[in-house]
């Protein structure tokens, strides 16, 4: 497992490539998965593949996304006769991850069907696209159960911050709608080779998605949290006043008890969305 194994720009080959060589590291990361002997794992920037070894003595099944060529090809070599592995080159953001893991039409008899698992991940992302994969995997939330991921620490105290700290944004709104967010252990630069300048924090995120608790439409919600924390520094009715009119916003906000010179990192999700739910309401009036 490297830092920055998917989506690395081939300008820049080494940009972020920091391999895990702490092997006591190694076994924990995979203990934050849990029981996985009946599982099947994703494995995002297998790198060398020190995760990957793990992952075949536990795991029943591994798929690991490689998108570096050279590596993808030493990572095919070295697990050829391990069968429960499969290495794919690939970008991860454009899997098709209803091919890989969804149900096979006709693949087995009527009254034969097995029951329908989801997928464990394990990743070490790159700090500049760890949102846009996030995504990804939320998008295909149907398809996967929990999420265990290394990053930087200051993107996993990002994911995990709590409403009101400087460190609440939109990665942590984002992650706190879809799962619950745990960070379980930091490593220091030694742990790679060659070491990084940041440390790096391992966190598990449980898929528990919260849209139909908050009563939101999804697409439309998230297109709200973007405008809300457009510009961070910025109130919370100036980053909104863009799209909505200033009367239509002032009501909303005095109904969802809002003040109008509140930062979005102020509010909870739950906040957010009676404001969302209330401007929604005035642009639809018919769904009242």
Known sequence: MKASSAHVSRK????????????????????????ISQSTVLEIGPGRGALTSLLARRARRVIAVETDRVLAAQLRMNFSLVPNIEIIEGDILAVDFNTLFGPKPGSTR?????????????????YFIT?????????????????????????????????????????????????????IFTLPPGAFS?????????????LSPRLEKLNVSEAEFIRFLKLSFA???????????????SQELKRAMSKAK?????????????????????????ENPART
């Open 194 to 206: 060659p070491p990084p300048k940041v440390h790096s924090t391992v966190i598990r995120l449980a």
């Open 231 to 245: 510009q961070k520094r910025k109130t919370l009715w100036n980053n909104l006043k863009v799209q909505y009119p």
């Open 258 to 282: 809002i003040e109008s010179a509140v930062r979005a990192e102020a509010l909870s999700l739950e906040q957010s969305a009676s404001l969302f739910r209330e401007l929604s309401a005035a």
């Open 131 to 183: 949102s846009d994969i996030l995504l990804r995997l939320f998008e295909f939330r149907h398809l996967f159960d929990s999420i265990v991921l290394m990053v930087q620490k200051e993107v996993a105290d990002r994911l995990a911050a709590h409403p009101g700290t400087k460190e609440y944004g939109l990665l942590s709104a984002t992650a706190q709608l879809y799962s619950r967010v745990e960070k």
């Open 110 to 126: 009527p009254g034969m069907e097995q029951p329908f698992e989801r997928v464990r991940v394990l990743g070490n992302l790159p």
């Open 12 to 35: 820049k080959p080494k940009l972020g490539q920091h391999f895990l060589t702490d092997s006591s590291a190694g076994g924990r990361i995979i203990e934050a998965l849990g029981n």
